[in-house]
């Protein structure tokens, strides 16, 4: 079962440049997790939301690891 932090959509549509928290390493453990939960359903609907989760929690780890700009 995913044991990270769930954000919904209104909380991806409201973060800037600089809210991925930072920790790369976070998100990268949570994108893993996705697709492990992933690869165990069989239901393909399911299965695509999770591989989008994942995606997303992919997306915030490259945020993260950008440099920051100084804004």
């Known amino acids: ?5 769930w ?3 209104e909380d ?3 973060m800037g440049p600089d809210d991925a928290g930072g920790d790369a390493e976070r998100w990268r453990r949570l994108e ?5 939960v992933a690869a165990g359903m069989t ?3 399911p299965r695509r939301i999770m591989h989008a989760i994942a995606a997303a929690y992919r ?5 993260a ?3 920051k700009t100084g804004k």
């Open 1 to 5: 079962m995913l044991t990270g932090v």
């Open 7 to 9: 954000w919904s959509r």
């Open 12 to 14: 991806f549509a409201q």
């Open 32 to 36: 893993a997790e996705a697709l492990t």
């Open 43 to 45: 239901d393909p609907e």
């Open 59 to 63: 997306r915030l780890a490259d945020r």
């Open 65 to 67: 690891e950008l440099p």
